[in-house]
């Protein structure tokens, strides 16, 4: 997605995201690691951010699609800003998450459960309510207690809407939804 | 110009003093932001990480009903996301054409895309601004918070220097306010793991409250719905977590510049915040008696 005009966004599979990724920037990468010192979230992480492109370099599929930084990486993209070889790793990481779900290998599972919930609120109704949102995440992952003492407080601040707002143009929007899943299951 | 304001789904509820601010500020300074009718959310960080083609689609139907006006921003992370998508399907013919198969029509990417920060410096102008103080925050120590999503990536933003941004400060500087020198203006506060991944915010978030302080800010002021939940709704928490006490209140700059304008604090939503500014407002001088009766 953050990726130049270069790099087409499917099909993907494994080995187009790494030919895609080597045709850019990828076999650029020299380890200089300027991406995991500037990376607010690389400590403590399975799998470091410049660890991630040399996997990548070195084809290593199963390492990378079931490691937890992939769910951990905020897209924050000061790695790609300050990349003296211009390697695109958000971009990457949004394809590894991608493949990792199709391929099953989820290793933090919640943010992908949260971000299915979340674009099934927009398919539904346009926009997203919060407070649904909430409630179907913690149902889903069991997370009951979460946050739950700062509800009064926030619903007494006025930030949460109690009832949703229905946008027009559902038909459509579930076309959307649609049309946008079959491309991506014909893709090879 | 001509606009049509897109508030996105975070103004319409933890962020509806923004959407409020937001509304004083721009009547004020006579500036015609009518709401893109029936807009729909453009997908967020959802939509990237799980299909890249939805992440372009719902931007671009949004961008394909502003009919030639620029669409003008808030939230950092809708600006985000309807820039690049408009880099994207402007730039790649493969990907203009599976978003006009998803949407059922085409759509070639050239709706211009401004966050209000950008019409205040390009269109209104700070000298605009400084002319309609008339209750300069003087005295006020301002940490102005960036964040990730109007810098990065640079080459596709062109908002500011993504190392040292200067525009808020500017805005800050206009209010009559001071900004401070820091370091973390453009660190990440977590964003969207607020929810799912609460622990890697708590740290983030804990640092750029600390960077605020040490630096002698009263308050920090920011410019995206997330950075100011996370650093507001979250400080209780990372203060019981850290047993030290930040006590800085996280304004929009829509709020600090409406309250510069003289505008009434209940158009600016200040009662909203989670961290009470108005002690510190109170001591700084800078909240009038309407201000104090309105509370």
Known sequence: MTSGADTPVYPLTFDTLLQELDGATLSGCFQCQKCTSGCPVATGADVKPHEIIRLAQLGARQELLSSRFIWEC????????????????????????????????????????????????????????????MAAFKLRTRRLAQDVGKLPMMLRKGKF???????????????????ARKQEEETP | MSYVFYPGCSLESTAKEYAL??????????????????????????????????????????????????????????????????????????SRARVADALGADYDGSTPVKHL?????DDVGFDAVDKRVSKPLSGLRVAAYYGCLLLRPPSIMRFDDAENPRLLDDVVAATGAQPVDWPAKTDCCGASYSITKTEIVLRLSRGILAAARDAGADCIVAACPLCQLNLDMRQRDIEKKQHERFGLPVFYFTQLLGLALGLPSRDLGLRSLLVD???LLSKKGLMSTETAVAR
């Open chain 2, 277 to 279: 500014p108005l002690p």
């Open chain 1, 161 to 179: 809407a109690l009832m949703p707002r229905l946008v027009p143009g559902r038909a459509e929007r579930q076309r959307l939804f649609h049309r």
């Open chain 2, 117 to 121: 920060l950008e019409i205040l410096r």
């Open chain 2, 21 to 94: 601010s937001t509304m004083a500020v721009c009547a004020a300074l006579g500036l015609n932001m009518p709401e893109l009718p029936d807009w729909t959310c453009c997908g967020s960080t959802a939509a990237h990480q799980t299909d890249a083609l939805l992440a372009l689609a719902l931007p671009a139907k949004n961008l394909a009903a502003a009919a030639g006006n620029t669409v003008a921003v808030a939230c950092a992370a809708c600006y985000s996301r309807l820039k690049l998508a408009n880099h994207e399907i402007a730039g790649d013919t493969q």
């Open chain 1, 74 to 133: 905020t897209s924050c993209g000061t790695c790609a800003a300050r990349c003296p070889q211009g390697v695109d790793l958000p971009a990457a990481i949004d394809a590894l998450r991608r493949l990792s779900r199709d391929g099953g290998f989820v290793a933090e599972p919640a943010v992908a459960i949260f971000n299915d919930i979340f674009l099934d609120t927009v398919r539904q109704l346009g926009r997203v309510h919060e407070l649904a949102l």
